[in-house]
């Protein structure tokens, strides 16, 4: 698997399949079995510190500190990157990711989804390199999945950032990534790109959806 | 200064959550107990001052001994249960820090219970000897005892998946340490009741306190009990650091 700078790589592949513990790999949070794992030229495993300075993930499952104010989280998640956030840049990292005028409230009191868009402000506040993400719109309306779409392409467009987001939700691939793997029982069953001409978007979608069932219905045979 | 940030969240958690609070109202409840029971009982209240502040002491040794063990199980484990801890992982911060904020955590919990216990001290021991001294060395062998067995939970918490397991190890652990108080006194002079004694802080614990309080034994009596619960502090220590050098989900 080899995702270039500015890359909005789709990680896909069915319940089970390893996506989850891939992205806890490169993050330097499991020990690979086997095999080499580089990340921005680093080893996760023995450059934790440096790299993770670098990077930032929004888990699939993340709990909460739920007594904690969203702007209070945002501040301590910021410190341990070693930035010191004014209640000004916490309100401007919410209000981001659509959370205006939540920075005041606990976040034992916020939705699913406004919970999913804490998170994804934690997970750019160190503005990283590389940012990954675990299934990221998870618990969205349809508007809120489509304003965490464009947050993405903004980021990806304006800071050159590279992303890779773990899904099996190929409307989210379609619209954000340009390159994809499959992977499926623990292996990469297909890496490529994905057609940006819009005319052939619409094919491509139903590509991808074929292409996706091929790769994990050949795992099935093998 | 992201040592510190983890030190004040371990502490605003552990103190202003309602699992806190409830640490603290029993801890006060069992202390407020006892000391009735020492003042207004008949056959208690015949004994001596010192002897009586002893038992209030064994009392917040035990205390400081629960707090370690509920504390440090859920050091780790508790994060992972509650699906916090890889948020931590992956910020730049040592999986070492997070464990040594969690021991100053603890610390501050027992901190919080040695100062509420200080009336309760006053009440039972404030007409006899050794007041003073009880008070230094309650302190001394409780920060010891929340060292050793904070810092062995914590290292367990690192290791074990989930915070049940890692707390039924720790209770397990809890009446290991109880032991001497158990067994008795006639049983404590037995070959395996002196071993248990000696290499169990707990029990250095108990007796550094009743040299201290009762038998007004000056400090190089106190020294093999010192050294007792140092060499366990250190090794608590390095448990902690071995285990949580690299922590996995």
């Known amino acids: 698997m080899t995702v270039y700078p500015s890359d909005i790589y789709g990680f896909l592949g069915p319940n089970g399949s390893g996506k989850t513990t891939t992205l806890r790999i490169l993050c330097g949070i499991l020990l690979p079995d086997r095999g080499e794992v580089s990340v921005l030229g680093q080893n996760p495993a023995s450059q934790r510190g440096l790299l993770r300075q670098r990077i930032n993930i929004l888990p699939e499952s993340h709990g909460f500190y739920g007594w904690m104010l969203a702007g209070e989280y945002l501040r301590f998640f910021g410190r341990l990157y070693g930035l010191n956030l004014t209640d000004t840049d916490c309100r401007m990292h919410l209000q981001q990711v659509g959370l205006d005028s939540a920075d005041r409230r606990p976040i034992r009191t916020f939705s699913r989804g406004m919970k999913q868009r804490v998170g994804i402000a934690r997970a750019l506040l160190n503005d990283p390199e590389i940012l990954f993400l675990d299934e990221p719109t998870n618990g969205l309306d349809p508007k809120g999945r489509r304003d965490i779409h464009d947050l993405l392409l903004s980021l990806n467009r304006e800071k050159g950032m590279t992303i890779i987001i773990s899904t099996h939700i190929l409307d989210d691939v379609e619209r954000l990534c340009n390159r994809i793997a499959i992977l499926h029982d623990k292996k990469i069953q297909y890496e490529g790109t994905l057609l940006e001409e819009p005319a052939e978007k619409a094919r491509t979608k139903s590509g991808l959806e074929s292409t996706y069932i091929a790769c994990t219905e050949k795992g099935k045979q093998q | ?249």
Not at chain 2, 165 to 191: H, K, M
């Open chain 2, 1 to 249: 200064m992201k040592l510190m940030t983890l030190i004040r969240k371990e502490c605003i958690e552990d103190i202003f959550s309602s699992r806190g609070a409830a640490l603290y109202l029993v801890g006060c409840g069992v202390l407020s107990v006892f000391s009735l029971l020492l003042v207004s009982n008949t056959e208690l209240s015949l004994l001596d001052n010192a002897q009586a502040v002893y038992m209030m002491a064994g009392i917040i040794m035990s205390l400081a001994l629960l707090i370690s063990v509920i504390r440090g199980s859920d050091g780790f484990a508790g994060e992972r249960d509650r699906e916090t801890l890889e948020l931590l992982l992956i910020t730049p911060v040592s999986a070492v820090d997070i464990g040594i904020a969690k021991l100053m955590g603890t610390f501050v919990s027992w901190l919080i219970i040695f100062l509420l216990s200080i009336p309760y001290l006053w009440a039972v021991g404030s007409t006899g000897q050794n007041l003073w001294p009880a008070f230094i060395y309650i302190f001394i062998a409780g920060s010891f005892l929340v060292l050793i067995f904070g810092g062995f939970m914590l290292g367990l918490s690192a290791r074990m998946k989930t915070f049940k397991e890692v707390l039924s190890i720790g209770l397990t652990l809890f009446l290991l340490s109880a032991s001497p108080v158990i067994l008795g006194p006639s049983l404590r002079q037995s070959g395996i009741g002196r071993l248990i004694d000696h290499v169990n802080p707990f029990g250095s614990a108990l007796n550094m306190i009743d040299s201290v309080v009762v038998d007004s034994q000056n400090i190089s009596f106190q020294l093999p009990h010192l050294a007792t619960l140092t060499i366990c502090t250190i090794f608590a220590l390095c448990f902690l650091y071995a285990t949580t050098r690299r922590v996995e989900l």
